[in-house]
């Protein structure tokens, strides 16, 4: 891994000629009886590798499309079909979350009686592993996000930053194909940041872990390959590569 506080951008790893993981269609959300219209025909490719930035003022969309996207809501018009399959037809959607989509949000959701080890241990706990199964890989993921010296730790014993390691270690639990997150450094200072956005780099350029990122920051954003920027529930750009950041910055 990077050291705390290294910059590294992500260096391009797939082409549009990689098989789409996910792929939403004309997907239209609306709330309060149908008079706030928080997405309106939205489509959009997510492909197997991505590290995508989905950028926007507040009341853009931005975090209603992550819950669509994640199978946490359903559109009221339109189809999101993940690794080919229509969302739709999922008879179980907590066991198809539980299973491929691992989940990191700003305000980590960790379990104050738990320690460290044991929140890792939670999406786990539906599978097949044993108990010595489970706590041994809990114990190589914190490693991976360099936490293994605070696997006894409760949440309050540990910084903002290392709870939001232990978050991301818990939603690398059940080997996703694609991890979500939702402004995932917002409560985070400059160098926390840093830290999480080195290991989102790891996960992807190791891993090839596909990545989608709803975020405020530019320089999150910064860090993915393409930048996908919403207004008015509506995707207003779409840009991969170096002129990605230009785009959204406008």
């Known amino acids: 891994m990077s050291s705390p506080g290294t910059v590294t951008a992500a260096e391009p790893r797939t082409t549009k000629s990689a ?4 792929r939403a269609v004309n997907l239209k959300r609306t709330y309060a009886d149908g008079q706030v219209t928080a997405l309106n025909d939205v489509s959009l490719e997510v492909h197997a590798g991505e590290y995508v930035a989905i950028m926007g003022r507040s009341g853009s969309g931005k975090s209603t499309l992550l819950n669509l996207l994640g199978a946490l809501d359903r559109p009221d018009q339109g189809e999101i079909y993940f690794e080919g399959e229509p969302l739709s037809k999922q008879r179980n959607l907590d066991s198809f979350r539980a299973k491929r989509i691992g989940f990191v949000f700003q305000s980590f959701y960790l379990l104050p009686t738990l ?16 108990p010595k199964q489970r706590a041994d890989r809990a114990h190589e993921l914190l490693k991976i996000v360099n936490l293994e010296h605070r696997l006894n730790h409760l949440p309050m014993e540990l910084s903002v930053g290392e709870r939001q390691r232990v978050a991301i270690a818990r939603a690398l639990a059940n080997e996703p194909a694609m991890l979500l997150a939702d402004e995932p450094t917002g409560n985070l200072d400059s160098t926390n940041e ?14 090839n872990m596909t990545l989608v990122v709803i975020t405020h920051s530019q320089d999150v ?4 390959q393409r930048t996908i920027h919403l207004r008015d529930g509506r995707i207003v750009s779409d840009v991969t590569g170096h002129a990605a950041s230009h785009s959204s910055r406008k």
């Open 19 to 22: 098989p789409a993981i996910l």
């Open 115 to 130: 320690t460290a080890v044991e929140n890792v241990q939670i999406p786990m706990f539906e599978g097949p592993l044993n």
């Open 194 to 207: 840093a830290e999480v956005l080195n290991l989102f780099d790891q996960l992807h350029a190791e891993r």
């Open 221 to 224: 954003a910064d860090r993915a």
